[in-house]
Protein backbone atom coordinates (compact mmCIF):
# COMPACT_ATOMS: atom_id res chain seq x y z
CA UNK A 1 0.00 0.00 0.00
CA UNK A 2 1.39 3.55 -0.75
CA UNK A 3 2.19 5.53 1.89
CA UNK A 4 -0.16 8.46 0.03
CA UNK A 5 -2.59 6.18 0.61
CA UNK A 6 -1.92 5.34 4.25
CA UNK A 7 -1.89 8.88 4.79
CA UNK A 8 -5.16 9.41 3.09
CA UNK A 9 -6.65 6.52 5.00
CA UNK A 10 -5.68 8.11 8.49
CA UNK A 11 -7.20 11.50 7.48
CA UNK A 12 -9.88 9.90 6.64
CA UNK A 13 -10.40 8.41 9.91
CA UNK A 14 -9.55 11.53 11.75
CA UNK A 15 -12.27 13.67 10.02
CA UNK A 16 -14.55 11.12 10.64
CA UNK A 17 -14.23 11.02 14.33
CA UNK A 18 -13.87 15.00 14.52
CA UNK A 19 -16.91 15.02 11.81
CA UNK A 20 -18.75 13.53 15.10
CA UNK A 21 -17.64 16.49 17.56
CA UNK A 22 -20.46 19.55 17.48
CA UNK A 23 -19.25 22.57 16.30
CA UNK A 24 -20.73 24.51 19.62
CA UNK A 25 -20.50 24.21 23.21
CA UNK A 26 -23.96 24.29 23.95
CA UNK A 27 -24.32 21.37 21.42
CA UNK A 28 -22.50 18.31 23.10
CA UNK A 29 -24.02 15.36 24.36
CA UNK A 30 -22.29 14.53 27.62
CA UNK A 31 -22.31 11.05 29.60
CA UNK A 32 -25.17 11.18 31.98
CA UNK A 33 -25.55 10.12 35.92
CA UNK A 34 -25.65 6.60 36.22
CA UNK A 35 -23.46 5.88 32.97
CA UNK A 36 -19.81 4.71 33.72
CA UNK A 37 -16.97 6.27 32.43
CA UNK A 38 -15.08 4.89 29.07
CA UNK A 39 -11.45 2.94 30.56
CA UNK A 40 -9.05 5.29 27.93
CA UNK A 41 -5.45 5.49 28.16
CA UNK A 42 -4.11 8.45 29.51
CA UNK A 43 -0.47 10.32 29.66
CA UNK A 44 0.75 11.14 32.97
CA UNK A 45 3.43 13.82 33.79
CA UNK A 46 5.95 11.82 32.81
CA UNK A 47 4.62 10.78 29.85
CA UNK A 48 3.80 7.20 30.68
CA UNK A 49 0.17 5.60 29.89
CA UNK A 50 -2.15 4.90 32.28
CA UNK A 51 -5.42 2.99 32.55
CA UNK A 52 -8.20 5.45 33.74
CA UNK A 53 -10.52 2.88 34.90
CA UNK A 54 -7.13 1.66 36.95
CA UNK A 55 -6.90 4.33 38.32
CA UNK A 56 -10.77 5.41 38.89
CA UNK A 57 -10.54 2.23 40.90
CA UNK A 58 -8.20 3.08 43.82
CA UNK A 59 -10.82 5.59 45.24
CA UNK A 60 -14.16 7.22 44.66
CA UNK A 61 -13.19 10.29 42.33
CA UNK A 62 -13.82 13.94 41.61
CA UNK A 63 -12.41 13.78 37.62
CA UNK A 64 -12.42 17.29 36.05
CA UNK A 65 -11.95 18.06 32.45
CA UNK A 66 -10.15 21.44 31.80
CA UNK A 67 -9.50 23.40 28.32
CA UNK A 68 -5.45 23.53 29.20
CA UNK A 69 -2.65 25.42 31.06
CA UNK A 70 -3.01 28.33 28.61
CA UNK A 71 -6.52 28.92 30.06
CA UNK A 72 -6.99 31.49 33.14
CA UNK A 73 -10.13 30.61 34.41
CA UNK A 74 -9.29 26.63 34.31
CA UNK A 75 -6.07 28.03 36.14
CA UNK A 76 -8.05 29.94 38.60
CA UNK A 77 -10.55 26.54 39.15
CA UNK A 78 -7.40 23.71 39.17
CA UNK A 79 -6.34 26.30 42.52
CA UNK A 80 -9.56 26.52 44.00
CA UNK A 81 -9.76 23.00 43.90
CA UNK A 82 -6.42 22.61 45.12
CA UNK A 83 -7.56 24.29 48.29
CA UNK A 84 -9.91 22.26 49.36
CA UNK A 85 -7.89 19.25 48.17
CA UNK A 86 -7.56 18.06 51.88
CA UNK A 87 -11.26 18.34 52.81
CA UNK A 88 -11.65 16.30 48.97
CA UNK A 89 -9.21 13.69 50.69
CA UNK A 90 -10.86 13.67 53.89
CA UNK A 91 -14.16 12.74 52.40
CA UNK A 92 -12.80 10.19 50.76
CA UNK A 93 -12.04 11.40 47.23
CA UNK A 94 -9.13 11.86 45.03
CA UNK A 95 -8.88 14.59 42.21
CA UNK A 96 -8.34 13.32 38.97
CA UNK A 97 -7.64 16.37 36.79
CA UNK A 98 -7.82 15.93 32.93
CA UNK A 99 -6.94 18.48 29.79
CA UNK A 100 -5.85 18.25 26.19
CA UNK A 101 -2.25 19.63 27.41
CA UNK A 102 1.02 17.62 26.62
CA UNK A 103 2.75 15.87 29.82
CA UNK A 104 5.43 19.08 29.41
CA UNK A 105 2.63 21.74 29.80
CA UNK A 106 1.08 19.58 32.67
CA UNK A 107 4.20 20.03 34.45
CA UNK A 108 4.10 23.42 33.90
CA UNK A 109 0.43 24.03 35.02
CA UNK A 110 0.89 22.21 38.21
CA UNK A 111 4.28 23.74 39.17
CA UNK A 112 2.92 27.62 38.63
CA UNK A 113 -0.34 26.72 40.21
CA UNK A 114 1.28 24.75 43.25
CA UNK A 115 -0.92 21.57 42.72
CA UNK A 116 -0.63 18.50 44.50
CA UNK A 117 -2.80 16.19 42.51
CA UNK A 118 -2.37 14.86 39.45
CA UNK A 119 -2.65 16.61 35.99
CA UNK A 120 -3.09 13.64 32.78
CA UNK A 121 -2.91 13.97 29.61
CA UNK A 122 -5.82 13.14 26.67
CA UNK A 123 -3.84 15.39 23.91
CA UNK A 124 -5.67 13.15 21.51
CA UNK A 125 -8.67 13.86 22.85
CA UNK A 126 -10.14 10.28 22.76
CA UNK A 127 -11.35 10.36 26.19
CA UNK A 128 -13.27 13.81 25.63
CA UNK A 129 -14.88 12.76 22.29
CA UNK A 130 -16.09 9.49 24.56
CA UNK A 131 -17.07 11.46 27.03
CA UNK A 132 -19.08 13.46 24.87
CA UNK A 133 -17.75 16.72 26.55
CA UNK A 134 -15.88 17.53 23.10
CA UNK A 135 -16.54 20.73 20.58
CA UNK A 136 -15.07 21.86 17.58
CA UNK A 137 -12.43 24.30 18.77
CA UNK A 138 -12.40 28.28 16.61
CA UNK A 139 -10.10 28.57 14.33
CA UNK A 140 -8.35 30.91 16.39
CA UNK A 141 -7.30 28.72 18.93
CA UNK A 142 -5.50 26.18 16.02
CA UNK A 143 -1.69 27.32 16.86
CA UNK A 144 -2.08 27.31 20.60
CA UNK A 145 -3.71 23.85 20.75
CA UNK A 146 -1.15 22.28 18.51
CA UNK A 147 1.33 24.12 20.58
CA UNK A 148 0.53 22.73 24.25
CA UNK A 149 -0.26 19.49 22.68
CA UNK A 150 2.80 18.81 21.01
CA UNK A 151 0.62 18.59 17.95
CA UNK A 152 -1.75 16.09 18.91
CA UNK A 153 -4.77 17.59 19.53
CA UNK A 154 -6.93 17.24 16.39
CA UNK A 155 -8.78 20.33 16.81
CA UNK A 156 -11.02 19.81 19.68
CA UNK A 157 -11.67 21.41 23.02
CA UNK A 158 -13.41 20.18 26.40
CA UNK A 159 -16.45 22.07 27.85
CA UNK A 160 -14.88 22.63 31.24
CA UNK A 161 -16.66 19.49 33.43
CA UNK A 162 -16.44 18.05 36.88
CA UNK A 163 -17.78 14.29 37.39
CA UNK A 164 -18.09 13.00 40.80
CA UNK A 165 -17.31 9.07 39.64
CA UNK A 166 -17.75 5.46 42.15
CA UNK A 167 -14.74 3.09 41.92
CA UNK A 168 -16.93 1.40 39.53
CA UNK A 169 -16.93 4.10 36.95
CA UNK A 170 -20.46 4.94 37.15
CA UNK A 171 -21.29 9.16 37.16
CA UNK A 172 -22.55 10.56 40.82
CA UNK A 173 -22.65 13.74 40.27
CA UNK A 174 -22.16 16.32 37.03
CA UNK A 175 -21.19 20.26 36.06
CA UNK A 176 -21.21 21.08 32.92
CA UNK A 177 -21.56 24.29 31.61
CA UNK A 178 -21.23 25.22 27.79
CA UNK A 179 -20.00 28.60 29.27
CA UNK A 180 -16.07 28.17 30.35
CA UNK A 181 -16.20 31.25 32.53
CA UNK A 182 -18.64 29.38 34.53
CA UNK A 183 -17.14 26.68 37.45
CA UNK A 184 -18.30 24.88 40.05
CA UNK A 185 -17.35 26.30 43.41
CA UNK A 186 -15.34 25.01 45.72
CA UNK A 187 -17.66 25.14 48.23
CA UNK A 188 -20.75 24.03 46.27
CA UNK A 189 -18.17 20.77 45.90
CA UNK A 190 -17.45 19.74 49.27
CA UNK A 191 -21.03 20.25 49.21
CA UNK A 192 -22.27 17.55 46.71
CA UNK A 193 -19.41 15.22 48.08
CA UNK A 194 -20.26 15.29 51.68
CA UNK A 195 -24.27 14.60 50.24
CA UNK A 196 -22.46 11.74 48.44
CA UNK A 197 -21.02 10.47 51.38
CA UNK A 198 -23.95 10.33 53.61
CA UNK A 199 -25.40 8.57 50.73
CA UNK A 200 -23.45 5.72 50.58
Not at 5 to 34: M, N
Not at 81 to 102: K, N, R
Not at 153 to 171: K, Y
Request: glycine share 8%.
Amino acid sequence: MKITTIIWILGFILSEGIAQVPADPEDISPLLISEKIPDISLQTLQGESISLAGKLGEKRSVLLFYRGGWCPYCNAHLSAVGEVEEDILALGYQVIAISPDSPGKLRTTAEKEKLKYTLYSDASGDLMMAMGIAFKAPDRYEKRLANYSDAQNPGILPVPSLFVVETDGTILFEYINPDYKQRISAEMLISVLKNLSEEK
